[in-house]
């Protein structure tokens, strides 16, 4: 049974940037795909960005250019590296395992508590 834990979340003005770290168990390396979904106040959960043991990564087309996500086989830690935020990227930040449906992300494993996300002046 996978185990993730999220942290990094805070207060970041517009423009600014912010890393979040997904602490995993098992060990990364055995995790074939995973990624991070966040929850807009009053919205509903939706992909961000997806990782594969391969190296291969995959972006929602409205953080392209701004995210990245990355792994750390070592300190078994997913991280999404974020810049140049945005009002609308405020959100309750999830980091799951996911699994490929056709041209399609899904979450595999159940939610955590997510860190929280806020950009605002």
Known sequence: QVHLVESGGGLVQ???SLTLSCATSPNINTITYMGWYRQAPGKQ???VAASTRSG???YRDSVKGRFTVSRDIANSTLYLEMSDLKPEDTAVYYCV???RINSDWQPLSS???GT???VSS
């Open 14 to 16: 517009p423009g600014g």
């Open 45 to 47: 959960r939706e992909w």
């Open 56 to 58: 291969i990564t995959d």
């Open 97 to 99: 395992e996911l699994r």
């Open 111 to 113: 939610w955590g508590q």
């Open 116 to 118: 929280r996300v806020t």
